[in-house]
Structure formats: C-alpha cells, structure tokens
C-alpha cells in the first residue's frame, strides 16, 4: 500500500496520512505545512501527535471537480460495500435502513488511524446498536493478524483487544475507488457516515466525527449546511489551485461562520493568513481558536506548533502560542513528549533558552525511543545557542511545494525539508 506524507485534516485536528494509491510515496514522510510535526517513525507514526497540514476539510471528500461525474458527495446513495474480504465483523451485504454505518478507510502503518480508531470503537460503544463502525484497509490479512497481536501504545490492551469493531480487507481496491477516490479524498484515516436512509452524512476525519454522528443518530443532522461547506471548500481549493490566496481566505472566513466553533476551520483561516502575511489578522484569529480548544491538549500543540514555525516573524503573537503549549501540557500533566517539545520551541523562540533546554530535556525524558534521536538534536541546537548567548535561528518560509495529498499548487503545503528550521532540527514529535 502507497504510504505518504502525515497531514492534518481541517474539521478536528484531525491529523492523516496521504493515501490515494496513486501516486508513489514513502512511510510517513513529512511533507508538511508550517502547523506539522514530523512523523517520528519511519514506518508508523506515534499515536496522538499533531502532524498538520491543514487546507483540507471534514467536507473535503467531494471537493475534486476533476470528480464531476459520477462524485461521491454528500447526500448521494452510499456506494456498494463489497471489500475482498471480512476479518472481523458480520459481512455485510448491504445497508440496513434505520442503522447509521461509519466507514473508516485506514493502515495499520498510519498514526493518526491508530488514534482515530480507539475513538471510533468508543463511539460504537455509546451509540449502541444504532451505529457500526467498519475499519477498512487493503493491508493483508497477515499484517493485519500480526498488528493485532501487538501491544497498543499507551493502552495496557492489545490492538485485537481494543478495536472491536468490524474490520474489512480491500485487497483490490475497489472500495478505494468507489469510496476514496470518487469522493475526491487523498489521506487516511477518513470517515463516512452513511446515514439511515443509505445516504452519505458526512466525511471527514475521525476525530471530527463526534457531533456529526451524534446528530446523524438524533436525526437532526442540518445537511444543507454541510452542502454550503462544501460549496465553500470547493471554492477555497479551486482559489489554491490559482494560488489565490485572498479568495481562499474569504471561503475560509465563509467556513468559520458556519462552523464558528470549529478548530479545524479556525485553523485553515490562520494558516492562510500567515502565509498571506495577514499577522494582525492571524493574531486575532489565533487568540479565537485558543479560546475554542482550550481544553483539548493535542488541539492546543497543533495551534501553538502552527504559530511558531508558520513564519518567523516578530509579528506573530508568541504569547498565545506560549499560552496555547503550556495549556497542553498542563493538560497532560507535563508527561507528553510531543507537547514538551513544542513547548520549547515556542520558549526558545521567545528568548528563554534555560527554560527551553530544561523543557526539551523533558520531552525526551517522555518521548518513545524511537524519536528521541531527533529530540537530542533539537537540545544540542538550544544549547550551542545558549552558549553563544543567542536564539537559534528557527525559520519557516512560505511552501512552495505540495504534499502528494494536495494539488500541486496548493500554498499550505510544505515538504518536510521546507517546515523544518534552518538551523535548529525538526521536533521528531
């Protein structure tokens, strides 16, 4: 299976990693926009860490006019559900009027599917016999056994244990190209709500689902209101495509005020204002979005990492940025390696470099192994610069290249190399 660049997803958060299976790409390869943080694996990313790209919307799915016969969109027909093969789970032949159905596209490769997934099971849990959740992947049955056999990181269970829900093989791809790809969608994990008249609800990623499923269930989920959202996504993607970044910015607005308590659009809007060097702008919406995810810890590592390595001007409110991070971390009790490391970046960038060598050396202190090698690079940088009794330099410039998940014109797209600091090494949280 095609493996590809970590990207976060506009409607939660929502981290996912590129995966259209058509274009050839490497194991969580960071491609990246100002907001990302790298994958810290070369073969799966660890679990509940922001790797953002933002630019792409709960909505998204039907978005590609490239797609304009025969779309997959929003209010049409669910397509047949035939994958090659049942792991887990009653096969299902079609779909049961009056049930709510979520269909996970996802890898066991992926990190933002292995924090998405838990989730979705406990939804399945507190909706009862009104929703199932399907997990879908064209991974063979015999990684499949072999990953579920293995302990889930961060959980005392195992991965057979803890995703309970219906699991799914599309060896052929089919499911792919009637799900994924006529819908326009080009990174995992995404879900479909596939609501109880057969209809599709809702795409987006997972960790957006919540209020969306919810609604579906009550049967008062306002549908002509996830059109006009994607009438507007379409047009903020079509404005990329031109890189016209002033239209994309007013569909961006148009988002916010439909979804006013929406981080994720909160989120579009202030990346395309930083790359349009809109910063009194940017500031105003940032100290918004703070006041929106105040109490989600991996929201807050998102907004802080976005501010302090989307441009390095002195214009850009590092003060929100502080306050978003140390929030984070409070909220994790000061144990998140991932938080502790954009925790630094941003004290560092303020001039506290005492504060963020004893910050970083924390972050290592709570970081898997495995990214800890890229940590230590980051403290060796901050402590040759306090040294030299100066800040290291932490540049970000505008992207100029996109993800393989974004058109290639795409201005909130960044390749690793690109997102990066000049001179100090990228959180490999």
């Not at 799966?44 to 860490?49: E, H, N, S």
């Not at 997934?117 to 064209?138: A, F, N, S, Y």
């Not at 009438?231 to 016209?244: E, P, S, V, W």
């Not at 290249?401 to 190399?417: C, H, L, V, Y």
Request: with cysteine; net charge negative.
């Amino acid at each position: 299976m095609p493996r590809v660049a970590v990207y976060i997803l506009i409607t939660g958060l929502l981290v996912g990693c590129g995966d259209t299976g058509n274009v050839p790409r490497k194991p969580d390869a960071a491609p990246v926009t100002s907001g990302q943080k790298n994958s810290p694996s070369p073969n799966r990313a660890t679990v509940g860490q922001p790797e953002m790209s933002r630019i792409s919307v709960g909505f998204r799915a039907q978005l590609d006019p490239s797609f304009s016969q025969g779309t997959l969109a929003i209010g049409a027909p669910a397509p047949q559900f035939t994958p090659s093969s049942w792991l887990r789970g009653e096969p299902l032949t079609e779909f049961t009027p009056g049930l709510v159905y979520v269909v996970e596209f996802w890898a066991t490769w992926c990190g933002p599917c292995l924090q998405s997934m838990p989730h979705l099971v406990e939804l399945q849990k507190q909706h009862g016999t009104q929703v199932r959740v399907i997990g879908v992947t064209d991974e063979s049955q015999e990684i499949l056994e072999a990953f579920l056999n293995e302990k889930a990181r961060g959980f005392e269970s195992t991965w057979s244990e803890l995703l309970t829900c219906s699991l799914a093989i599309d060896s052929t791809r089919q499911l792919n190209r009637a799900w994924m790809e006529a819908s326009g969608q080009q990174s995992i994990p995404c879900a479909f709500i596939v609501g109880k008249s057969g209809n599709i609800e809702w795409i987006g990623h997972p960790l957006a689902i919540d209020e969306p499923l919810q609604s579906v269930v009550a049967g008062t989920w306002d549908l002509k209101t996830a059109r006009e959202a994607m009438i507007a996504q379409q047009k903020m993607k079509t404005a990329l495509d031109r890189g016209d970044l002033e239209n994309a910015i007013q569909s961006a607005e148009s988002l916010t005020t439909l979804f006013p308590d929406s981080f994720d659009h909160a989120m579009t809007r202030l990346e395309l204002l930083m790359r349009s060097n809109r910063l009194a702008d940017a500031n105003a919406v940032a100290a918004t979005t703070l006041a929106i995810c105040r109490n989600n810890p991996q929201f807050l590592n998102s907004l802080a990492w976005l501010m302090v390595t989307g441009t390095d001007s002195t214009e850009i409110d590092l003060k929100v940025a502080h306050e978003a991070a140390s929030l984070a971390n409070e909220r994790q009790q000061g144990r998140d390696g991932s938080i502790l490391d954009t925790l630094a970046r941003v004290t560092a960038r303020m001039g506290d470099l005492n504060t963020a060598i004893a910050l970083q050396k924390q972050a290592i202190e709570n970081a898997p192994e495995e990214t800890q090698a890229e940590l230590v690079a980051t403290l060796q940088e901050y402590e040759a610069a306090s040294q030299k009794k100066e800040t290291p330099a932490i540049d970000s410039q505008p992207a100029t290249n996109a993800t393989p998940s974004q058109s290639p014109t795409d201005p909130a797209t960044k390749s690793a190399e690109e997102a990066s600091p000049a001179n100090v090494p990228a959180a490999g949280s």
